[in-house]
Structure formats: structure tokens, C-alpha cells
């Protein structure tokens, strides 16, 4: 059973840098095909794709926030990590990882083109 698991900081100060991490269990982050997103859901808006990493550690950034954003892992650990840069209150959000078996779709924002969830994790930005 494929298990992501969200986790860092609750609250982030205007300026600094959000930073989470997804832990996956049941499989491994560099089998072959497999791309694991960020993607995240403001409050009272729609889900927003931040960006993947893919089995081969290949990187995947939305054009809105590519100037922020970094994603990387650890492959002894099985994670991958999201880094947002210079935050505002508008990344408040529910920030998600997420899993799947190829690279179609994968900036979707739809849930039923990912395999795999995590439950979320709430970050908000206030000073």
C-alpha cells in the first residue's frame, strides 16, 4: 500500500522559506515512471500545481512560481522536499503531495490524474 506523508512547519514568516517534506512509503521514489508532485489549495480557491520531481530526479516548476520554488529528495529516505522562497500570505494554503505512474497529465491539478495523495498539511504566512 502506496502511503504519502506531508510534513514541516505550520506557520511561516513573511519573507522566509517554506519547506516541506513528503515522505512516501510502499514504493520507491526512483522506480521507473514514477513523478511526485506538489500542489496546493489556497483558501477558497481551487488547487494549484506547484511543481514534480521525477524518477529520474528530473524537476518539473509552474511558470508562476518557478522563480521561487525548488524541489529535491532523498532517495536513502524515500521523500522529496518543497522549498517556496520569499512567501508571502498568499502561499497560505493546504499544501499536498502527490503520486503517479507517468509523466501525463502531470501538471494537472485534477485529482483523479494522480495515483497517489497525501492528506494534506496547512501552512500559513503570517508574521
Known amino acids: 500500500q502506496v502511503q504519502l506523508q506531508e510534513s514541516g512547519p505550520g506557520l511561516v514568516k513573511p519573507s522566509q522559506t517554506l519547506s516541506l517534506t513528503c515522505t512516501v512509503s510502499?514504493?520507491?521514489?526512483?522506480?521507473?515512471?514514477?513523478?511526485w508532485a506538489w500542489i496546493r489549495q489556497p483558501p477558497g480557491k481551487g488547487l494549484e500545481w506547484v511543481g514534480a520531481?521525477?524518477?529520474?530526479?528530473?524537476?518539473y516548476y509552474s511558470p508562476s512560481l518557478k522563480s521561487r520554488t525548488s524541489i529535491s529528495r532523498d532517495t536513502s529516505k524515500n521523500r522529496f522536499t518543497l522549498q517556496l522562497s520569499s512567501v508571502t500570505p498568499e502561499d497560505t494554503a493546504v499544501y499536498y503531495c502527490?503520486?503517479?505512474?507517468?509523466?501525463?497529465?502531470?501538471?494537472?491539478?485534477?485529482?483523479?490524474?494522480?495515483?497517489?495523495w497525501g492528506r494534506g498539511t496547512q501552512v500559513t504566512v503570517s508574521s
Open positions: 502527490a503520486g503517479k505512474f507517468g509523466s501525463r497529465g502531470l501538471g494537472s491539478t485534477n485529482r483523479q490524474d494522480y495515483d497517489f
Open positions: 510502499g514504493v520507491s521514489i526512483t522506480a521507473n515512471s514514477n513523478y
Open positions: 520531481i521525477g524518477y529520474s530526479g528530473s524537476t
